[in-house]
């Protein structure tokens, strides 16, 4: 499994971005995907998953201002963040669960600006 994120940038403090994150290769049966972001110095943290059968899991400090969405047909998972703030910046990287292995993508930058 391949996965590609793509959608960061830079974005001022109350904007909003839409990553999305394409997976190929054998996508069939990825039972779960999900969005984990790394700060500069800081651990890497759950952001949000999203099961095959639209489950979803948030981290609690982003309810209400995040929301992911999946597209089984594309095997494609987005990630809608609004209210966006500083403490946002971070590399997102995008991850998939097949058969009970991780997979994770390059990672695409959001820079918040205040």
């Known amino acids: 499994v391949q996965l590609q994120a793509s959608g960061g940038g830079l974005v001022q403090a109350g904007g909003s971005l839409r990553l999305s994150c394409a997976a190929s290769?054998?996508?069939?049966?990825?039972?779960?995907f999900g969005w984990y972001r790394q700060a500069p110095g800081k651990q890497r943290d759950m952001v949000a998953t999203i099961t095959k059968g639209g489950s979803t899991d948030y981290a609690d400090s982003l309810k209400g201002r995040f929301t992911i969405s999946r597209d089984n047909g594309k095997s494609t998972v987005y990630l809608q963040m609004n209210s966006l703030k500083p403490e946002d910046t971070a590399v997102y990287y995008c991850?998939?669960?097949?058969?009970?292995?991780?997979?994770w993508g390059k990672g695409t930058l959001v820079t918040v600006s205040s």
């Open positions: 991850s998939a669960v097949r058969y009970g292995k991780d997979y």
């Open positions: 290769g054998s996508t069939f049966s990825i039972s779960r």
